[in-house]
T-cell receptor, first 112, second 114 residues
Framework: SQKIEQNSEALNIQEGKTATLTCNYTNYSPAYLQWYRQDPGRGPVFLLLIRENEKEKRKERLKVTFDTTLKQSLFHITASQPADSATYLCALVTDSNYQLIWGAGTKLIIKP | ETGVTQTPRHLVMGMTNKKSLKCEQHLGHNAMYWYKQSAKKPLELMFVYSLEERVENNSVPSRFSPECPNSSHLFLHLHTLQPEDSALYLC?????????????FGPGTRLLVL
């Protein structure tokens, strides 16, 4: 079946360390992939977009990689802070019918 | 929030009630969306409106009825809902009319059906 997988268990990281979140997909041919942040009681907020022909994208302390061979995107937060604690969602856009497929999200907890 | 606003933020309703969710976007976008978000599940796209015309309806039960009177306002009318419809309902907008574009979300309405 076609799906997007993100770790369903919360990820606990010590403040100052790099947090790495994973988004795996199967049976899709991606055009690009988006990452969003969602805080409790709020809607998702767009963070970064990476295209299938791009290996890496950076924005301040954020870095996204995209490996179409492994069918995986990694989302990194360097020098993590407690304020980075949130749920992070990935969303893949297929290159055939431009369908937008969402992952269920991974909860990230940065401990002081 | 001045981007995308939603009211009410919380709603409790019985299965025989009729209620409406309201969404307003102040971004000058041409497309608006309704999503359902249940705990630990991916976002489910319910309806898409592009330039006030419904362009997508993902097999949503008829007890959910959308309305888009203009490009800035979107409603979701609810009637005879089921307990399994309890979820966070998110409204979003995007610049053009393509679902793959970057989405700008409202804060959501937390709905509880008793």
């Amino acid at each position: 079946s076609q799906k997007i997988e993100q770790n369903s268990e919360a990820l606990n990281i010590q403040e100052g360390k790099t947090a790495t979140l994973t988004c795996n997909y199967t049976n899709y041919s991606p055009a690009y992939l988006q990452w969003y942040r969602q805080d409790p009681g709020r809607g998702p907020v767009f963070l970064l977009l990476i295209r299938e022909n791009e290996k890496e994208k950076r924005k301040e302390r954020l870095k996204v990689t995209f490996d179409t061979t492994l069918k995986q995107s990694l989302f990194h937060i360097t020098a993590s802070q407690p304020a980075d604690s949130a749920t992070y969602l990935c969303a893949l856009v297929t290159d055939s019918n431009y369908q937008l497929i969402w992952g269920a999200g991974t909860k990230l907890i940065i401990k002081p | 929030e001045t981007g995308v606003t939603q009211t009410p933020r919380h709603l409790v309703m019985g299965m025989t009630n009729k209620k409406s969710l309201k969404c307003e976007q102040h971004l000058g976008h041409n497309a608006m969306y309704w999503y359902k978000q249940s705990a630990k599940k991916p976002l489910e796209l319910m309806f898409v409106y592009s330039l006030e015309e419904r362009v997508e309806n993902n097999s949503v039960p008829s007890r959910f009825s959308p309305e888009c009177p203009n490009s800035s306002h979107l409603f979701l009318h609810l009637h005879t809902l089921q307990p399994e419809d309890s979820a966070l309902y998110l409204c979003a907008s995007s610049q053009g009319g393509q679902v793959q574009e970057t989405q700008y979300f409202g804060p959501g309405t937390r709905l509880l059906v008793l």
